[in-house]
């Protein structure tokens, strides 16, 4: 009997050894959302002070800010595995309406662990379908058919110079013309090495700097380059190259 006992007790012992060990090995999940903040180098701008600050950027022309609004898509966090999980949906924001700062997409649950966090600048060439989002058509997002058609990525507008002779400023960004009939694809691959250790429910948030639109790696003149430059294909392409520094990860909450 003594030994019937001893047995049992043995392969108790053991299945709870297994079941703990089984325990420890399980990846916690955690949800993860996404803010956007925004800043002219070390100045907060946001829906308070949008229209009224005054900034200067980097080839000395003082600037008011009329209308920012920009478009990014495809938001994807991989893991140091290789491990890629992606984000369905596009967030469009609005400077003036804090409410379109956050994005909290439908398919947010992922492995606890260490991230970096890639997304596309405006819609790639398989999204950026001319008229296909009802949201953006009403919010007036298209890019012109002449242009290339489907949407715009940034619509970005003010006054420069305006401490001595103010003049208007257009800096929209989208699909680039070549010439007649001719268009290039004009997304950017914004890529971010800051590691994001995500171990609970997560805030990832990614900040804006506009001054970098007009100074990295090109200097932007808008004394000469101010309007229109939607056709113009030597702009937006030096507009797809500042982009690529205008995004960083500044704060991750959990």
Not at 202 to 213: K, L
């Amino acid at each position: 009997m003594k030994k019937t006992f001893i047995l049992l007790l043995s392969t108790f012992l053991i299945f709870a050894s297994c079941a703990e060990d089984n325990d420890d090995n399980l990846v916690a999940n955690a949800n993860v959302n996404f803010t956007f903040s925004h800043t002219w180098d070390n100045t907060i701008i946001n829906n308070n002070n949008l229209t009224t600050e005054t900034v200067v950027n980097a080839n000395g022309e003082s600037i008011n800010i009329t209308r920012l609004r920009y478009l990014v898509s495809r938001l994807q966090l991989t893991n140091t595995a290789g491990e890629t999980y992606s984000f369905d949906g596009y967030k469009f924001t609005d400077l003036e309406a804090p409410d379109t700062y956050n994005f909290t997409p439908i398919n947010n649950t992922i492995p606890t662990g260490t991230y970096t966090l890639k997304f596309v600048w405006g819609f790639n060439e398989e999204d950026n379908i001319d008229g296909a989002y009802l949201d953006l058509n009403s919010a007036s997002w298209n890019w012109p058919t002449m242009l290339g058609g489907g949407y715009h990525f940034l619509q970005f507008d003010g006054m420069y110079n305006v401490d001595t002779s103010p003049s208007p400023f257009n800096f929209h960004n989208g699909t680039a013309r070549v010439d007649t009939d001719n268009f290039e694809q004009n997304f950017a691959i914004i890529e971010l090495e800051t590691p994001i250790v995500i171990t609970n429910n997560t805030t990832i948030n990614v900040n804006m700097n506009i001054a970098e639109f007009f100074r990295n790696p090109n200097t932007w003149d808008l004394n000469v380059l101010d309007t229109p430059l939607m056709p113009n294909y030597t702009a937006q392409k030096m507009m797809q190259e500042n982009v690529l520094s205008v995004f960083s990860i500044t704060n991750v909450t959990q």
